[in-house]
């Protein structure tokens, strides 16, 4: 599962406050699109997954235990009633970072994908609809940009990504 958080940060470039609350029903597996509700600036957005995040959220979810609450997608580990947390999230990621001897945060997931799109060609229009403006003032500097060319722009590039990474 922690493989599975890291992976979604990294190839979405989703924010871990907008990992925690992801909910089953907020998959769309035949498009491989996740919905995120009332993200940062109480937005909501469509994120393209590639398809070794796709894959790996369905194991995950294929993997739940009896005890997690509703829908959620992802739970503690030593207490599968309990929700997850943003600081159970970034504890772990703190972990991962002191055993791999770097320095590594959400924002740093996130950040590496936005340089992974842009360095294998993505327009930077299209990677601010990726990740989500912060705010609409920031976003308003931007033409808007169709989902449709998002979704191409972002499964174009993320092919490159993923032909290029390790992970």
Excluded at 45 to 60: F, G, L, Q, Y
Excluded at 157 to 163: C, G, S
């Amino acid at each position: 599962m922690d493989r599975t958080l890291l992976l979604l940060i990294l190839r979405c470039g989703l924010r871990v406050a907008e990992v925690v609350p992801l909910q089953v029903s907020d998959i769309d597996w035949p498009q491989q699109v996740l919905r995120i509700e009332q993200g940062k600036g109480r937005k909501d957005r469509r994120v393209d997954v590639s398809a070794d995040a796709v894959a790996s959220v369905r194991a995950c979810v294929q993997r739940r235990p009896s005890g997690v609450p509703g829908e959620a997608v992802f739970w503690k580990q030593k207490r599968p009633s309990r929700p997850l947390s943003v600081k159970a999230i970034q504890n772990t990621m703190a972990r991962y970072a002191n055993a791999a001897g770097v320095v590594a945060s959400g924002h740093s997931l996130r950040h590496t994908c936005a340089s992974n799109l842009l360095e294998e060609g993505a327009e930077i229009v299209s990677i601010r609809e990726v990740l989500g403006p912060a705010s609409s003032t920031s976003s308003e500097r931007y033409a808007q940009v169709s989902n449709q060319q998002v979704k191409q722009e972002y499964v174009r590039t993320m092919q490159k990504v993923l032909q290029h990474s390790k992970v």
